[in-house]
């Protein structure tokens, strides 16, 4: 930025009282705070990365300002002749602390710290190469320099400009700077660090990023592409969700809707009479806003663009689980588009009364962090967009893990009936969630029910639990429409998981939670075997359409060899379980379900004589 300049020319600078104090020991602490490196947008969502620099930096620092306009504007700096400004940069990082700012491999900033004979104060010094100006870098810098100077124990920061320069003012006056001595054409402006404080919050400094307006909009899915007269059930798919990778070893299969479609166009489901396939759009920036933090949000854009930040750890990004990968922003929104469609269609659609999205069911991300695969919760967006219509929803999460992020965000609003069966906690992740007692509060107490289940349960127990336990809620709570987490990560196949189930509960259980509601929206949640993924979706799409390949039940009299068979058949073999790993598993779903009893029921108006079918 023209004109944040440090007062003294070259020849001045190797007489000026600061370059008696030793620098060592202030350098090697300044280098090791861990601000750095540090990361953070400008306003056009380009990542700046923002680290200290040192002699090795000379050439790239030489390249800024050769082309740096305009030249020696203030004071002289910074010089104009090529082999001056070397010697200038060179005396700059002997003698300061010195932080740059790139854009990719380009040095676009420059920024010093210089400490005086005072050991309470330094002098700051500020370059914005001129092209990257108006960007929000500078201010980027200088709140980075001052938590430094904060954190290494300084009292005090003070900066010479000239009093014509407006903009550079208004940022040191933003940064907190006030005016100390004013000459004629410069201005001394002064910083008491007692009022800063030593960690940044740079998404708060430069907002690329609007604020929400807190309301979940649709996207414009029908452009390009209408909805039939006779569509009663829509599969949203895209070949978009393919173009992105999490990682070479991830369990994540990006691919999954694909898998599904191809097993539904070999045996015919891709037709069925009032069935249509319609292409998503991502979700826009505001409705993510309406429920996702704003600065988690700012570490996700970063991310998309394949940097890693190391304080993006504290917001679940950058792990083994949630890893750093480009396009990861572009993937989550496109899936969480995708699940606010099928809530649309749904709801502006009087004849649409089933949407499945099999990308969709990220169920762990949380409002400002990553988790279990999960980026941004496409399932709270879509039940807030529900809500936003004035719908009764009830959420039903069939996978196997808890599905944490939902409970979360609607722990406290009996407008949703959050009902998830899934493996305990004990022996699956999450490890802190999804316990019997977890039953809400305030107005949504009694809303939130968990039905933790033992390793080895089978068909058998999990039907009686949905029998018991599901359908008499659903009963008493009559909801509008039900979102369904379909994981089908819960059968004795997945490598991931401990249950014994097979498809065959699935696809009952999901036809039967069908016949309850008026409209529901499907979504794909977890799964990590290929086969499973394809089978049991196109299963449960055939179930729900009284459409299931004739000879299907091959695959149960054929033992576990047929459902070896690629696609073979659609239908699970039953596995063999011990007798005692299937007595635990009961006992256990027993407990819970007696607690459910007489803790969940009487809130619902459901006694002893619930009707169980």
């Not at 005086?116 to 870098?137: C, K, S, W, Y």
């Not at 500078?138 to 709140?143: C, D, F, G, M």
């Not at 006056?173 to 919050?201: I, K, W």
């Not at 809303?447 to 008493?476: K, M, Q, S, W």
């Amino acid at each position: 930025m023209p004109g944040t300049h440090f007062p003294l020319t070259v020849e001045e600078i190797s007489e000026h009282e600061y370059v008696t104090v030793d620098l060592m020991n202030i350098r090697e602490q300044f280098v090791n705070l861990d601000l750095w490196p540090c990361s953070a947008l400008d306003k056009k969502k380009e990542v700046v990365a923002v680290s200290p620099c040192d002699d090795a930096d000379v050439e790239a620092l030489a390249r800024m300002y050769d082309t740096y306009e305009p030249k020696g504007a203030f004071q002289g700096l910074p010089p104009i002749d090529h082999n001056t400004c070397m010697e200038w940069i060179r005396s700059s990082l002997r003698t300061a602390l010195n932080l740059k700012a790139e854009l990719g491999d380009t040095v676009i900033a420059h920024g010093m710290l210089f400490p005086m004979a005072d050991p309470d104060v330094l002098e700051f010094n500020l370059f914005v190469h001129n092209q990257t100006q108006n960007r929000g870098i500078a201010r980027i810098v200088t709140s980075l320099l001052i938590a430094a100077a904060k954190r290494l124990g300084y009292k005090k920061v003070w900066v010479f400009e000239s009093r014509n320069n407006s903009r550079a003012l208004h940022i040191y006056h933003e940064a907190g700077f006030r005016d100390a001595r004013r000459e004629r054409n410069d201005l001394e402006l002064e910083l008491d660090l007692a009022r800063v404080s030593e960690t940044p919050e740079l998404y708060k400094i430069i907002t690329p990023v609007a604020p929400s307006t807190g309301l979940i909009k649709s996207p414009d899915y029908l452009t390009g592409q209408r909805v039939l007269p006779d569509t009663r059930s829509v599969i949203i798919y895209s070949h978009r969700f393919e173009e992105f990778t999490i990682g070479k070893d991830h369990p994540f299969i990006t691919a999954r809707s694909r898998l599904f479609i191809d097993m539904c166009a070999r045996h015919n489901l891709l037709n069925l009479p009032g069935t249509q396939i319609l292409e998503p759009e991502p979700i826009d920036e505001n409705s993510v806003l309406a429920y996702h933090d704003i600065q988690y949000y700012h570490y996700l854009v970063m991310a998309s663009q394949g940097v890693f930040d190391p304080h993006m750890l504290s917001y679940g990004i950058g792990t083994d689980d949630n890893p750093v990968f480009r396009g990861v922003l572009e993937y989550a929104m496109l899936i969480v588009g995708a699940s606010v469609m099928g809530a649309d269609l749904l709801t502006s659609q009087p004849d649409i009364d089933l949407v499945f999205s099999p990308t969709g069911g990220l169920h762990h991300a949380g409002r400002n962090y990553a988790s279990g695969f999960c980026y941004l919760n496409d399932i709270v967006i879509a039940i807030r967009y529900l809500l936003q219509q004035g719908h009764r929803v009830l959420y039903f999460d069939i996978d196997a893990h808890h599905g944490d992020g939902v409970q979360f965000a609607f722990y406290d609003e009996p407008r949703v009936l959050n009902l998830s069966i899934h493996e305990s906690a004990r022996t699956l992740f999450p490890w802190n969630s999804g316990f019997e007692n977890e039953l809400g509060e305030g107005p949504g107490y009694g809303y939130n029910v968990n039905v933790p289940l033992a390793p080895g349960t089978e068909d058998e127990i999990y039907r009686d639990v949905f029998h018991r336990i599901v359908l008499p809620l659903v009963r008493a709570y009559k909801p509008d429409i039900c979102v369904l987490a379909a994981g089908v990560d819960t059968m004795y196949t997945d490598f991931m998981t401990h249950l014994s189930l097979t498809n065959n509960i699935y696809a009952e259980v999901i036809r039967a939670i069908r016949q309850q509601v008026p409209k529901m929206l499907m979504l794909g949640a977890g799964g990590y075997n290929p086969l499973n993924i394809a089978r049991d979706w196109a299963l449960a799409w055939a179930v729900l359409h009284d459409a299931e390949p004739e000879g299907d039940y091959f695959g149960q009299m054929g033992g576990r060899a047929a459902t070896a068979i690629d696609g073979a058949s659609l239908r699970d073999a039953y596995p063999f379980i011990s007798a005692t790993k299937i007595a635990e598993a009961r006992a256990e779903a027993h407990r819970v379900m007696t607690y459910l009893e007489k803790h969940v029921f009487p809130i619902h108006g459901l006694g002893d004589e619930a009707v169980r079918t």
